[in-house]
């Protein structure tokens, strides 16, 4: 039985009843209705923090999705996945890959940042100083990146670009 047919959670449910009736009425081929399959599957399972099956579920959308965006989507994913297991390298390699794709994701930029960021943070703690300061300043690049994709999201980041004197621009909501 697919997942989304296991889930007791109302809203769930709904997603996954609304997201039938778009397969059925959208005019898109077999192979595309059976990626979103697999990647709603996914997004189901990794909800539930059921991480490997959610991976699986990705991969095998990623077999089938042809469309570049959708598949910079599925992978982004994957990389929240390998993130929250602490595969900090591995989601790296994923958002880019997914950035290489979709340059205009700025969740992807932020979550980049944040993992560089973490990394500078790890590395100031452990004495090195300068290695953690080139860090940062990765974490800066990609923060404005995502922050001029997105200026109404980000205060943390955009409060700590100023504090520390990484950006001088000004986003006006």
Same mark, same amino acid.
């Given at each position: 039985?697919?997942?989304?047919?296991?889930?007791?959670?109302?809203?769930?449910?709904?997603?996954?009843?609304?997201?039938?009736?778009?397969?059925?009425?959208?005019?898109?081929?077999?192979?595309?209705?059976?990626?979103?399959?697999?990647?709603?599957?996914?997004?189901?399972?990794?909800?539930?923090?059921?991480?490997?099956?959610?991976?699986?579920?990705?991969?095998?959308?990623?077999?089938?999705?042809?469309?570049?965006?959708?598949?910079?989507?599925?992978?982004?994913?994957?990389?929240?996945?390998?993130?929250?297991? %602490?595969?900090?390298?591995?989601?790296?390699?994923?958002?880019?890959?997914?950035?290489?794709?979709?340059?205009?994701?700025?969740?992807?930029?932020?979550?980049?940042?944040?993992?560089?960021?973490?990394?500078?943070?790890?590395?100031?703690?452990?004495?090195?100083?300068?290695?953690?300061?080139?860090?940062?300043?990765?974490?800066?690049?990609?923060?404005?990146?995502?922050?001029?994709?997105?200026?109404?999201?980000?205060?943390?980041?955009?409060?700590?670009?100023?504090?520390? %004197?990484?950006?001088?621009?000004?986003?006006?909501?």
């Amino acid at each position: 039985m697919p997942r989304t047919q296991r889930n007791d959670n109302f809203i769930d449910k709904t997603f996954t009843v609304m997201a039938d009736i778009l397969l059925k009425i959208l005019p898109t081929n077999k192979q595309a209705k059976e990626a979103f399959v697999y990647y709603r599957d996914g997004m189901s399972a990794q909800a539930d923090g059921e991480y490997a099956e959610a991976m699986d579920n990705y991969k095998k959308a990623l077999e089938l999705e042809e469309d570049p965006n959708d598949r910079s989507f599925i992978i982004y994913n994957m990389g929240l996945i390998q993130a929250s297991n %602490g595969e900090h390298e591995r989601a790296l390699e994923l958002y880019h890959q997914a950035l290489d794709i979709n340059p205009r994701m700025p969740q992807a930029l932020n979550n980049v940042a944040v993992i560089y960021h973490y990394q500078g943070e790890q590395l100031k703690e452990a004495g090195d100083s300068e290695a953690a300061e080139a860090l940062y300043d990765k974490a800066a690049d990609y923060w404005k990146r995502a922050i001029r994709l997105a200026p109404n999201n980000y205060i943390e980041a955009q409060n700590w670009l100023k504090t520390t %004197g990484r950006s001088t621009m000004d986003v006006y909501f």
